[in-house]
């Protein structure tokens, strides 16, 4: 039940971040959309400053990493290799 719970946690962290990068783009697109337009020189400068001063936003812990698509695959990675390796040594000791 926790293995499940720590892979939600990543998998729902990593969706904030993908949210974060779809939002910049649409506003990309509405900014350059709105320099095209008369009179929005003002609102374009406004929105592209906005998007160049935003840091990226990502989860994370204590600021060590961030919580992303790649950690959760990692995550699984080290799982996975770790209880293979604790089967293997079972399997010797034990037999």
Known sequence: LQGIS????????????EEDEELRHEVKDIAFQLKNLRGTEERY???FLFL???????LT????FQF???LLLTSAGILITYNL???????????
């Open 45 to 47: 400068e406004a929105l």
């Open 85 to 95: 390796l604790i089967l293997q040594l079972d399997i010797i000791y034990f037999a």
């Open 68 to 70: 992303k698509k790649n």
């Open 61 to 64: 812990a204590s600021g060590l």
């Open 52 to 58: 160049e001063s935003k840091r990226p936003l990502a």
């Open 6 to 17: 720590f892979f939600v946690v990543i998998f729902f962290a990593a969706q904030v971040h």
